[in-house]
């Protein structure tokens, strides 16, 4: 697909300069340089600057090393790599307790809350996935692999081999084990999104527990000893009954909530009748390009495409242009 690496999250432009991250010495000069910056993230949510033009993109907020917040609360740390020569790394500073905390919002389906640090005016910590559409797209990217690499360190700190407690390595790119010697490494879960058409009509779904008319396209992890193909098939016969021909891939999304990578398939369906798994889908249905349309300009309450950032709506409104190719 000509444009799928406009996908929110896929901007993979930023030099992460891997080839520094074994070479500690060099990465300690790197984060000596006043120049260094770190962006913070607080229970995965990133520091952005409040200020923005109108229509402008929220920028990430990115903070001296040295800064004050960052000394006092920052746990691990990841080097992201490289920025007009200055190093970037992402710092969880996730033991600093907000004042202002709604535990309700932090637990909804997107957390539109904003969390204010002291001495930081104008900055705030929000979540990636309810601020989506306003997300910079060259820095959507960074703040991805910042959430996911640091969400991984949070849930891996002991060794999957042994059970001893691990310790970060190579600029935060790898757990190693003092124990058995056992390596860990980020961990990234394929997760097929498939586009289901059959004629002018797309398969949608939602989920029990989605915003009231939300509906998007049906999706499920991959397994081990299966190709994207198998599981696109297997995922759209076991949730709707729909037995799926041709297979082929369309773009992918980086999706780290907490380490998924959705990867966009356009299936062909071999039948049309529905037969719905309810433990996994609330509903399914079939949907023409013109209520497509009508759900993407928001002239239907009752049918709420995937929100805008999301790769199911990436690929719902290529398929109403007629753009897959
Ligand atoms: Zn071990």
Not at 32 to 38: C, F, L, T, V, W
Not at 239 to 265: D, K, N
């Amino acid at each position: 697909m000509r444009d799928a690496e406009q996908v929110l999250f896929a901007g993979g432009g930023h030099d992460r300069a891997a080839q520094l991250r074994g070479d500690e010495a060099r990465l300690a000069a790197l984060a000596a340089d006043p120049a260094a910056r770190a962006l913070p993230l607080w229970r995965g949510k990133a520091l952005v600057s409040e200020a923005r033009e109108e229509g402008g993109f929220l920028r990430l907020a990115w903070l001296p090393l040295d800064h004050p917040f960052v000394a006092e609360h920052g746990g691990d740390r990841v080097f992201l790599g490289l920025a007009d020569g200055a190093a970037r790394f992402a710092v969880d500073v996730s033991g600093w307790e907000a004042p202002d905390l709604d535990a309700a919002a932090m637990g909804r389906f997107a957390d539109g809350s904003l969390n204010r640090p002291p001495g930081l005016e104008g900055r705030a910590f929000a979540e990636l996935r309810a601020h989506m559409g306003m997300l910079d797209p060259e820095e959507a990217g960074v703040a991805a692999t910042a959430k996911g690499v640091l969400g991984w360190h949070a849930t891996h700190g002991f060794c999957a081999r042994c059970g001893a407690a691990s310790r970060a390595a190579e600029g935060g790119w790898r757990r190693a084990c003092p124990e058995c010697g056992g390596q860990h490494f980020p961990r990234t879960d394929p997760v097929v999104i498939m586009l289901v058409t059959r004629g002018q009509s797309v398969l949608i779904g939602r989920q029990a527990g989605w915003p009231e008319g939300m509906h998007s396209l049906l999706a499920g992890f991959v397994e081990p000893g299966e190709s994207l193909e198998a599981a696109v098939r297997r995922e759209t016969f076991e949730e709707a009954g729909i037995a799926v021909g041709r297979v082929t891939y369309l773009a992918s999304q980086p999706w780290p909530f907490p380490s998924s990578l959705m990867i966009g398939c356009h299936g062909e369906a071999l039948d049309a009748e529905i037969r719905l798994d309810p433990v996994e889908l609330e509903a399914a249905r079939w949907a023409t390009r013109e209520e497509i349309l009508a759900g993407l300009s928001g002239r239907d309450p009752a049918l709420r495409p995937a929100r805008r950032g999301a790769i199911a709506r990436f690929l719902l409104e290529r398929w109403v242009a007629d753009a897959l190719a």
